[in-house]
């Protein structure tokens, strides 16, 4: 049978801006691998270049932000009490978070942002958001060098449960990659949701334990302590801290965050992965 002109897909022809099938679509973006880490390098030269300081902000940043919730709540608001090690708990903790909290925020606008390159070039738009995280990831390595060079400063001896950090810091990868799929897809059906975001994140900023230990503030409350194991935030933070921190039975490593973070990381970026996949045709469009 001859194809006709009201048949373009018979002469190999795709509508422009149409989804593949998925298979398809993530061995598009695994081709665009050097381009996600090219865009990902250049938005972090293109963030410091115009200051003074440069790259240095990379690192400089979360130290601030650990100084100025050290001072607030450690010293102003007296938080510290009973927890062991709190400057390294800390330091700990705001390091962790902020790789989270600039996934999201950044996640979450990286198709609103580029609307001129999504309707301008024909590419799997899941680049982008990936693109974020990778940006992210590589300023988050430098932080960690960092946090390692603070522990021994501060007299903490490296130790083998050290090097978990490299699983961790992969599954928590994964996990915020999942995290900006769903935020990038739902901020452009509900443009609100970018005004909203910064709240969501500072919830789990005060809720998470960041400055504070649940495990020493609710300590009579089992079952609390027993649920919030398995809110994602805190059994990552929790888990970085026991297996940098030995100074404290506080610190034990409980091996069970180890499935309950493996289990949020891949289902979360399965899930973010088709729920991003499924509106790849309306993220360029004008209306």
Known sequence: ????????QAYGLTRVGGRPPLLEYLR???????FIVSLAKFRIEAENQRQRLGMLWIVLKPILNAAVFGIVFGILMASTKNVPDFVPFLIIGVFMFEFFSACMGSGSKSITSNQALVQSLAFPRMSLPISVVVQKFLQLLPTVLLLFVFLLILGHRPT???LLMVPLLALYFLFCLGVAFITARLTVHLPDLANLLPFITRFFFYTTGIFFSFDIRFEGSTALLEAVQ???????LSLSRELLLDSDPLYDVRMQFWPIIAVWSIALVIVGTIFFWAAEERYGRVD
């Open 230 to 236: 398995y809110q994602p935030m805190y059994a990552f």
């Open 28 to 34: 598009g973006v695994a081709q665009r691998k050097d």
């Open 1 to 8: 049978m001859t194809p006709t002109v009201d048949d373009p």
């Open 160 to 162: 083998l449960s050290w």
